[in-house]
C-alpha cells in the first residue's frame, strides 16, 4: 500500500476543491444579500405553517422557484412571476426551493390565490375542486364535529363530500399552513442588483426587466 498517501492527499484535495466551489465561493458572493423593502419577515404563526408544509412534504411535490425567462419561457406564461432572485429567500431557512414540479409552483401562491376558503377546502380534498387532481388529501389536519363552537373555521365543501350530519372544522395546523401559503408573495419589482446577483454568467434576455410579468 506505498499508493496510500497519494490516493488521500487526492480525496482531500478533491473534497477540498469541492467545498471551495459549492459551498464558500456561493456563500462569499451572496454575502451581501439584503431583504428586498418589500418582503415582510415571516410572523409566528407563518413560521408553524412553514414547519408543516416541510412535515407533510408539500416540498416533494412543489417547487420555489420560478425561473428566468432566459432558463424557459413557461414559468412567466403560467403566471407563476417573476424569476426569484437571491434577496427573495432571505427569510428563508432553510429555503424550499424544491426540485420536483408535480404540481405548480408556489414560490407567488400567496398573490394568486388569496381565498383561505380555497385553501382549506383544497387541503381537505383537492379532488373537491378538480375531479383529476392527484395531490393527497390531508384530513387529519380537520376535525368533524357535530355542533359548529365559536371561533371554529368550517370548511365549504360541495354537497357529495359533505359528511352526513358532520361540520368539518379546520385544525390549528391547517390555518397555520393556509397563513403560511397566503404570505407567498414576491411578485414586487426586484432591483438591477439583485438581478445582476442571480444572472452573474449567464445571458439574460434583453426584453426580461426587474418586475418581468408578475403573477397573475
Ligand atoms: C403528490 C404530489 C403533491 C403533494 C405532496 C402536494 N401537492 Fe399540492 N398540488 C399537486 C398537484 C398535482 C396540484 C395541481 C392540481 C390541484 O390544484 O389540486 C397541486 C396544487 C396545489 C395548490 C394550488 C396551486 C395553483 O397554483 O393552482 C396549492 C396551494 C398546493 N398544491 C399546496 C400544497 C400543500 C400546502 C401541500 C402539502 C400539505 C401540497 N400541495 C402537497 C401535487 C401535490
Redesign the pocket.
Known amino acids: 500500500m506505498n499508493r496510500l498517501l497519494p490516493l488521500l492527499i487526492g480525496a482531500i484535495g478533491v473534497l477540498l476543491l469541492a467545498t471551495l466551489m459549492l459551498v464558500i465561493l456561493p456563500a462569499w458572493q451572496l454575502r451581501t444579500s439584503e431583504p428586498p423593502e418589500q418582503l415582510q419577515p415571516y410572523t409566528a404563526q407563518q413560521l408553524l405553517g412553514r414547519d408543516e408544509?416541510v412535515a407533510?412534504?408539500?416540498l416533494?411535490?412543489?417547487s420555489q422557484q420560478p425561473r428566468s425567462t432566459g432558463q424557459t419561457l413557461f414559468d412567466t406564461a403560467r403566471g407563476w412571476g417573476r424569476a426569484s432572485t437571491p434577496g427573495d429567500y432571505f427569510y428563508d431557512s432553510p429555503h424550499l426551493l424544491g426540485t420536483m414540479r408535480?404540481?405548480?409552483d408556489?414560490f407567488n401562491?400567496g398573490a394568486?390565490?388569496k381565498s383561505r376558503d380555497w385553501?382549506l377546502t383544497?387541503?381537505y380534498q383537492?379532488r373537491a375542486?378538480?375531479d383529476w387532481?392527484?395531490?393527497?388529501s390531508?384530513p387529519y389536519m380537520f376535525e368533524l364535529k357535530d355542533q359548529v363552537s365559536e371561533g371554529d373555521v368550517v370548511v365549504r365543501l360541495p354537497e357529495s363530500l359533505q359528511p352526513a350530519g358532520k361540520h368539518v372544522v379546520a385544525r390549528k395546523e391547517a390555518l397555520d399552513?393556509v397563513e403560511y401559503?397566503l404570505a407567498l408573495d414576491r411578485t414586487y419589482a426586484t432591483s438591477a442588483q439583485e438581478l445582476d446577483k442571480r444572472d452573474r454568467g449567464y445571458d439574460r434576455r434583453p426584453a426580461e426587466a426587474s418586475t418581468d410579468s408578475g403573477a397573475k
Open positions: 408544509y407533510n412534504g408539500c416533494y411535490c412543489h408535480t404540481g405548480p408556489l401562491v394568486r390565490m385553501h383544497h387541503l383537492p375542486i378538480f387532481s392527484l395531490m393527497p390531508y399552513l401559503l
